[in-house]
């Protein structure tokens, strides 16, 4: 018998850890709140869990800038603390995946304080991007990169003397300064932060900005007036630069000489690579390289039936011609939550919607939340890994009403509000409809508000009701595992209309056929079909309605 590792076909839950439980009353989730909710994922019946980052950070950026990736921060608890979710994880049947942040450093890290406090051309400064300006006296930028949130991505500092000096460049906020992968013991530091970790019994990673750690020699000036999140970025200087892949082999290399004992062997690297084309993307799950790369081209892709078979298809044979399994998503702490981002009317061509305020134009909630469950019927029916982010098993919408003096993403700052920032998908979850903070803390405070509708999206509401999200969700995460529809093979079935997405996944375990409506119009289920799930909480009729999908027995 061949074995096929744990994650290719595993579907992996996302836990933001500030907004998923708080344990302790302050407002913020933290490890023992986790700790204390992870029966949910097991009765969810996920494969593994993915923390966003809890180290030690002055949470400039909500801990994706960290100042000690040996630690805890005292906001999310203490490292026995870890220990504990990860031996309860384990004890439950579920993988703990932890975020690794490679990219940058939070401007508080021992590093880059000593950076500041030493000389031009120091080996202090050599671990960051630290050049001169240009202009006569150094007071303009080394290169026009702008920052990804908003504003340009060089700081100038005072240098020890008190003198305007050298810039530093940050591709995200001015206190998440950039390492140079260039410099030995950057890479050396961060492999041995991986061995830490490790050795903790953690299953593996997730790596930040996976795509950007090398930078094109010299930096040169970028060609920057394309949208890089939807357009080829393998042409930009700052992303997916060749040299990264060689990080990578040798980080597989470590993850490999940590494997357990027998089917449940590896440990696994998971590329945060916001890459177009697929066959860039592809390149990160190289045989010897990562062993997942999130698919944001399907994130992104509208909820049109042929721009979704296109992507499908295509998106399959990328990673097939590697021998890597897809990985798909459809929301993140990053992007509009998929229930409110469907809600919109849809266009072709890859979209990315920016965060929502109160005096935007709002997504219809009925239709985002139909979509939402019909694209997620879809996508837990693909072959390959699937990932989820908390609170869309509960068909939570993006807070869109959030007042602007409670926003904390950087980029709301950083673009003057012209973009609300990524705030309204980061809003703690609601577990008791009843209780203050529906049930997310003992207290009634939560670090960003809760929308009202949240109270009866709880968790509580929806257990064991047939026909919830939750439901459903847990339904499709069954039928999926008993069936291995992740291992399968996909076929598109012909014979339906063109709206209707019509395909058959097929295991050694078992097989599913499923029917999405993507149209306006109705559409007659086949006489003989046998319903296993459905999207929608109406009660099966032989008729699949607009945004509606079935599993069918095939
Ligand atoms: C990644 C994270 C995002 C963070 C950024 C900078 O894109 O997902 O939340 O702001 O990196 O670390
Ligand atoms: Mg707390």
Redesign the pocket.
């Known amino acids: 018998m061949t074995i096929t590792p744990w994650w290719r076909d595993a579907v992996i839950y996302q836990i933001y850890p500030r907004s998923w439980a708080d344990s302790d009353g302050d407002g913020i989730g933290d490890l023992p709140g986790i700790t204390a909710r992870l029966p949910h994922l097991a009765e969810l019946g996920v494969d593994a869990v993915w923390l ?1 980052p809890f180290y030690t950070s002055p949470q400039n ?2 801990g ?2 960290v100042a000690d990736y040996r630690d805890v921060d005292p906001v999310f608890g203490t490292l026995d603390d870890f220990d504990a979710l990860v031996a309860r994880a384990h004890e439950l049947g579920l993988r703990v995946v932890v975020d690794i ?1 490679p ?2 450093t939070s401007s508080e890290h021992p590093w880059f304080r000593s950076a500041l406090a030493a000389a031009p051309g120091s080996p202090e400064r050599a671990r960051y991007l630290f050049r001169d300006g240009l202009g006569e006296s150094g007071e303009l930028p080394p290169n026009n990169w702008p920052s ?2 908003g504003g340009r991505a060089w700081t100038r500092v005072t240098e020890p003397g008190g003198r305007p000096g050298q810039w530093y460049l940050h591709m ?1 906020d001015t206190s ?1 300064p950039d390492l140079d992968w260039t410099n030995p013991e950057v890479r050396d530091e961060m492999q041995g932060v991986l061995r830490f970790w490790l050795d903790r019994d953690v299953d593996g990673f997730r790596i ?2 996976a795509h950007g750690m090398v930078k094109a020699d010299g930096l040169p000036d970028a060609d920057v007036d394309d949208d890089d999140s939807v357009s080829p970025t393998s042409r930009l200087p700052m992303w997916d630069q060749p040299g990264v892949h060689e990080i990578y082999r040798d980080w597989r290399r470590i993850a490999d000489s940590y494997a357990r004992e027998g089917e449940d062997a590896d440990r696994i690297l998971c590329a ?1 690579a ?1 890459v177009l084309p697929g066959e860039a993307l592809a390149r990160y799950v190289r045989p010897d390289e990562l062993h997942q790369s999130f698919n944001f081209e399907y994130l992104m892709t509208p909820w049109l039936a042929a721009d979704q078979r296109e992507t499908i298809t295509h998106s399959l044979e990328q990673v097939a011609a590697v021998g890597a399994p897809q990985t798909w998503v459809l929301s ?3 992007v509009v939550r998929h229930a409110s981002r469907l809600g919109y009317p849809q266009q072709p061509g890859l979209q990315k919607i920016a965060g929502i305020g109160p005096d935007d134009p709002q997504p219809d909630a009925v239709v985002g939340l139909r979509r939402a469950r019909a694209a997620t019927a879809v996508m837990l029916a693909l072959p390959g890994s699937a990932y989820l982010f908390q609170g869309e098993e509960l068909g939570l919408p993006e807070a869109t009403h959030l007042p602007d003096d409670s926003r904390q993403d950087p980029t709301f700052a950083r673009t003057g509000g012209a973009s609300k920032g ?1 705030d309204g998908c980061r809003v703690p979850v609601a577990w008791e409809g009843g209780d203050p903070s529906y049930g997310f803390g003992p207290g009634a405070q939560s670090w960003l508000p809760q929308p009202a509708e949240y109270g009866a999206l709880a968790a509580d509401r929806q257990r064991g009701v047939v026909g919830s999200t939750l439901d459903v969700y847990t339904t499709l995460l069954r039928l999926r595992r008993e069936r291995r529809l992740g291992r399968g093979e996909l076929t598109w079935l012909d014979g339906h209309p063109d709206d209707v997405l019509a395909f058959t996944v097929t295991s050694d375990e078992g097989a599913v056929t499923v029917l999405a409506n993507l149209g306006a119009t109705p559409v007659e289920l086949p006489e003989d079909a046998v319903i296993l799930a459905t999207s929608s909480d109406i009660e099966p009729v032989r008729l699949l309605g607009a945004d509606e999908a079935v599993w069918l027995d095939a």
């Open positions: 966003s950026d909500a994706y800038d942040v990219n940058h990804k949130f995200f998440q930040d900005v945060e916001w993140n702490h990053d990524r």
